[in-house]
């Protein structure tokens, strides 16, 4: 599913603003209703899709979903670590690089959830109809396939967006 919303269900929602301008480069601690929250800053960095893969692993780390006991959660992981890449690589191409990764996760470490946010005004959506053979393309229909949902939120009278999206850990 791909939504414009003022924000999503479970979103840090619009009080959270102040705290975004407020937190420092490479934040980490509780967040809204007792959620882990680690937030990297992006802009002007160089190699960012492997900067936000290792910030993100330290993250799975941390939260205990790594190392990982079974071959499921192993996958679950490595799905979080696929959309990350996905994300920040579709800000690379298509919105002048990201400006923020967020990661949040619920402290029954149940889900995750990703936000890119860059200066871009265009809108992110799977290629349809989607085929496989074609190069390059896959990025946002990877991620409607991995995530539990996953939109687009935009501040009016501001340029650009943040793209989310929310991973469950199995069972």
């Known amino acids: ?102 990661l949040s996760c619920d402290n029954g470490k149940k889900a995750l959830r990703i936000e890119v946010s860059d200066r871009g005004a265009g809108q992110p959506a799977p290629r349809t109809p989607h085929r496989a053979g074609r190069p390059g393309g896959h990025g946002m229909f990877i991620v409607q396939r991995l995530c539990l949902d996953w939109g687009v939120v935009r501040t009016p009278g501001a340029t650009g967006k943040t793209v989310w999206a929310e991973l469950g850990a199995p069972g």
């Open 1 to 102: 599913m791909s939504a414009t919303r003022p924000y999503s269900p479970g979103d840090r929602g619009p009080e959270s603003e102040a705290a975004v301008a407020d937190a420092p480069a490479h934040a980490a601690g509780p967040g809204p209703g007792g959620r882990q929250v680690r937030r990297l800053s992006l802009d002007g960095a160089s190699g960012v899709v492997p900067l936000s893969r290792d910030f993100t692993r330290e993250a799975l780390h941390a939260w205990g979903w790594l190392p990982a006991a079974t071959a499921d959660r192993r996958a679950a992981a490595e799905d979080v670590l696929l959309v990350v890449s996905e994300l920040v690589t579709n800000a690379c191409l298509h919105a002048e690089g990201p400006d923020e990764l967020w």
